[in-house]
């Protein structure tokens, strides 16, 4: 799916005409008749009513009617109350409103959902895809952001944020933005943290209310919906969830390598239970492995890619559930982020009883063999975000410590084959973002790391929708929702952790509807085996990518670095992370439009 928003102005006839004909399938208009929302989307993906001079279009999975969104903007007559729609529409969609002529575009706080903007013809407008926008005008690559694409997790916030191309501006961390109709926009602010007040036994029926209706979202759309079913508490809760619509439920699992993971036995049994589902089991011999392409040059995303490792099973579970007549798919992406109880938690509890949160401090402290210095600083008042990320730009080239990375979020590393000239670049840029003095996306620490989190995975769903539209099938996180983040954010933070426990919160909300055996889990499998066997099988794949390395011919990594880590079989496990992204990077570039690429040079 792919749409171009366009102000009220005369100028939009003319943007709407340069559009490729295959971008111009499906127009919608303004009370004016000029073109609102030019593109390409298939049938059932958009809910679109008008009311006068008002109207508005949700696209993705929205649990609506349009009847009943028709009454609810029968009573707007501002685009600033169009916020009473999002905080009564479950599901993960993008907003498009015109009211008298004023547009209203917004996303989802995740990101799964994003808008970017840019300027051509005298306007400003905005696309849900890059590429679109790269039809109306020439885009050039940004090299310092890319460059900070090769940190070992992500670029530290607010720089993950930005667009890798120079001429286009992604909507900021919960803004709309505003098309004028003079052609002009305006990003604005319109959702904040809520203050985390609610005790569990109020949040979780709430958090329960939110998630039934997020998964409705998508069930109660279609006759028929997908969803892993690997046996963690995330994806197969959500499998029980499904099972509740009533409609047609198809799972799918891929069998871990490590003979002795604990997912397996509990996926079987959660299979056992759920007896009126399709069960798809993809083994060692039906799974492809992980990194089984990683030299591919077909990745259709406007941005590198979280990941490049996982990118053939993504395509291989859209293609089965496709073959099943699945189009929307469930994923658990975003419940680990929102029960979150690392070291930003400790510190937020510190901050608000440093006696009452000694106990966790000293399980935390065992657990993880914190020194006495690295336990003070989980617990003393973090320095203004400006100030840690100006230290982060200060400390970017030292040797990674595990013990030390206490912060905001975890300290940013480029990997030993990043050149010289990638480090001066990503150095240079968080030193002038800490100039302007960013504020976190939430005064509370723990809250920031949430929401920084939430992101990433938004991110994630964002590239798993490119592999899974080539086959018609729509990858859909719940616990990445708006309303079921705002209401986890809700939870008094002392309720959120439970010696002993494993997410409280999600338990206590689907105690009842999902089994017991699968609410008090407290250990969890990782694909460790399955990344280091998919990485020995295609090594040669990767040691051609390095001869042949873009990244190197950009100056942002150097090649006898990158070579050296891929001359072995078993690589350093801190090299993991670093090498995925840089693999990414990779193959992003390969993929790009040979005019693309020119002009990046």
């Not at 919608?28 to 000029?34: A, E, I, V």
């Not at 479950?90 to 498009?96: E, M, Q, R, T, V």
């Not at 849900?128 to 090299?143: K, M, W």
């Not at 409705?216 to 809760?237: K, N, P």
């Amino acid at each position: 799916m792919k749409f171009v928003v366009l102000p009220d102005h005369p100028a939009a006839d003319r943007v709407s005409a340069r559009l490729p004909e295959d971008y111009r399938k499906n127009t919608l208009r303004h009370h004016s008749g000029r073109p609102w929302v030019v593109g390409n989307w298939p049938a059932g993906a958009a809910v679109c009513v008008e009311a006068g001079p008002s109207k508005i279009v949700l696209f993705g999975a929205a649990h609506t009617t349009e009847r009943e969104l028709l009454v609810r903007l029968g009573k707007v007559r501002t685009v600033r109350e169009l916020e009473g729609i999002v905080e009564r529409t479950a599901g993960c969609f993008h907003l498009i409103a015109s009211i008298d002529g004023l547009v209203r575009a917004q996303g989802s706080l995740s990101g799964a959902r994003e808008l970017f903007s840019t300027s051509f013809g005298g306007i400003t407008v905005a696309s849900n895809r890059i590429s679109v926008l790269g039809e109306l005008r020439r885009l050039t690559l940004a090299e310092e952001q890319l460059a900070m694409h090769l940190l070992a997790f992500t670029p530290p916030w607010p720089l993950s944020e930005r667009s890798v191309w120079r001429e286009v501006d992604s909507l900021p961390f919960a803004h709309y933005l505003s098309l004028r109709p003079d052609g002009t926009a305006e990003p604005i602010r319109w959702w904040t943290p809520p203050t985390p007040e609610l005790p569990v036994d109020v949040a979780a029926p709430e958090f329960r209310k939110g998630l039934v209706a997020a998964v409705a979202a998508r069930a109660g759309a279609s006759s028929a919906v997908g969803a892993d079913l690997s046996g963690g508490m995330d994806s197969t809760s959500l499998c029980f969830l499904a099972a509740e619509q009533g409609g047609r439920l198809v799972t799918i699992r891929r069998q871990l390598m490590d003979p002795v993971n604990c997912d397996d036995s509990v996926a079987g049994r959660a299979a056992a239970d759920l007896s009126g589902a399709e069960h798809i089991l993809l083994d060692k011999d039906t799974a492809s492995p992980y990194y089984d392409s990683p030299d591919r040059d077909d990745l259709a995303m406007d941005e590198p890619p979280p990941f490049i490792a996982m990118t053939s099973h993504m395509e291989d579970a859209a293609r089965i559930m496709a073959s099943h007549g699945v189009t929307r798919h469930l994923q658990g992406h975003g419940s680990d982020e929102l029960a979150a109880t690392g070291t930003t938690y400790i510190n937020a509890m510190a901050q608000l009883s440093l006696l009452g949160s000694l106990g966790m401090v000293r399980a935390m402290r065992a657990r993880r063999r914190w020194s006495l210095a690295t336990t003070l600083r989980v617990v003393r008042p973090f320095p203004s975000y400006a100030e840690w990320l100006r230290r982060s730009a200060d400390e970017l080239l030292c040797p990674p410590d595990i013990e030390s990375q206490v912060g905001w979020e975890p300290a940013p590393q480029l990997p030993p084959w990043a050149s010289r000239e990638a480090a001066a670049l990503v150095q240079d840029t968080m030193r002038r973002t800490a100039a302007t003095d960013p504020q976190p996306m939430s005064s509370i620490s723990t809250h920031h790391e949430i929401l920084r989190c939430i992101r990433v995975n938004g991110w994630i769903v964002r590239f798993a929708n490119t592999l899974g539209e080539r086959f018609g099938v729509s990858f859909e996180a719940p616990f990445l929702d708006d309303r079921v983040v705002e209401t986890a954010l809700s939870v008094r933070l002392a309720d959120r952790y439970v010696a002993g426990r494993h997410k409280p919160v999600l338990a206590a909300a689907l105690r009842g509807t999902v089994p017991d055996y699968v609410l008090d889990r407290t250990t969890k499998s990782h694909f460790t085996m399955d990344t280091y066997a998919g990485r020995k099988r295609s090594l040669a794949k990767m040691r051609e990518m390095c001869e042949e390395s873009r990244l190197a011919e950009l100056g942002l990594i150097g090649r006898e670095g990158f070579r050296r880590v891929l001359s072995g079989i078993m690589p350093d496990p801190m090299h993991l992370g670093p090498l995925e992204k840089t693999m990414a990077c990779e193959a992003w570039l390969r993929s790009l439009p040979a005019k693309a690429s020119a002009q990046s040079r």
